[in-house]
């Protein structure tokens, strides 16, 4: 069957710090790739995808490139801030049924 | 609605006592899923539904959990018999879209927290 794995944690960095959260999967079919994000206290909600090889994903200064070669798609930022302080969860959609690896939580310091 | 709406957000219950979710999709979204998430782990897939259709339940754990979506839109997953081991934040989930690559994208509801004492 489908499963993602990605990076334990927890991660704390320093703010402008650089971020990577990795992010590898297996899958029969050709996936989409997504990571979703949890604030405290809200629901989990998109941060980003990608839908075929060798695309990247991007949105509020977070990037994910779809490696189909090594079937990774790992989360980096460049310069992380104190509100990016969450619960990151990387996904793969294969056939409409999408599968969660465990989540991966980020503090942020000042 | 504007987003997924959930209800009730807690329940308490005890041992051997029935509940019932129930989730507002998006309204227009094809697809509605429901899964399961214990602390520290990721959504676990429990079952989904096109339409009023349930397309897979592979992912519910034995026959007292079951779900439904009558008229296509909201969906009510009901637990039986409660354990303990049922305790766990349940989250409903909808999207555009069907199958296929290029879509996927889930929108999710804050979630029932249900404890099982």
């Known amino acids: 069957g489908n499963s993602v794995t990605q990076m334990e944690g927890p991660v704390t960095l320093s703010e402008e710090a650089f971020l990577t959260i990795n992010c590898t999967y297996t899958?029969?079919?050709?996936?989409?790739l997504f990571w979703y994000v949890q604030y405290p206290g809200e629901g989990l909600q998109l941060l980003l995808k990608a839908t075929k090889a060798d695309d990247k994903g991007s949105n509020k200064g977070f990037e994910a490139t779809y490696r189909k070669e090594t079937t990774s798609f790992h989360l980096e930022k460049g310069s992380v801030q104190v509100s990016d302080s969450a619960v990151y969860f990387c996904a793969l959609n294969d056939a409409g049924k999408s599968t969660f690896g465990d989540g991966t939580t980020l503090t942020v310091k000042p | 609605g504007a987003g997924v709406s959930q209800s009730p957000r807690y329940k308490v219950t005890k041992r051997g006592q029935d509940v019932a979710l129930r989730c507002d999709p998006i309204?227009?979204?094809?697809?509605l899923y429901w899964y399961r998430q214990a602390l520290g782990q990721g959504p676990e897939f429990l079952t989904y539904?096109?339409?009023?259709?349930?397309?897979?339940k592979s992912g519910l754990p034995n026959d007292r959990f079951s779900a439904e979506r009558p008229e296509g839109s909201i969906s009510t997953l009901t637990i039986q018999r409660t354990e303990q081991r049922d305790s766990a934040m349940y989250r409903c989930?909808?999207?555009?879209?069907?199958?296929?690559?290029?879509?996927?994208?889930?929108?999710f509801g804050e979630g029932s927290r249900l404890t099982v004492l």
């Open positions: 989930a909808s999207s555009l879209g069907t199958s296929g690559r290029g879509t996927g994208e889930l929108f």
């Open positions: 899958a029969t079919g050709y996936p989409s």
């Open positions: 539904f096109n339409y009023e259709a349930q397309q897979d």
């Open positions: 309204s227009g979204h094809v697809s």
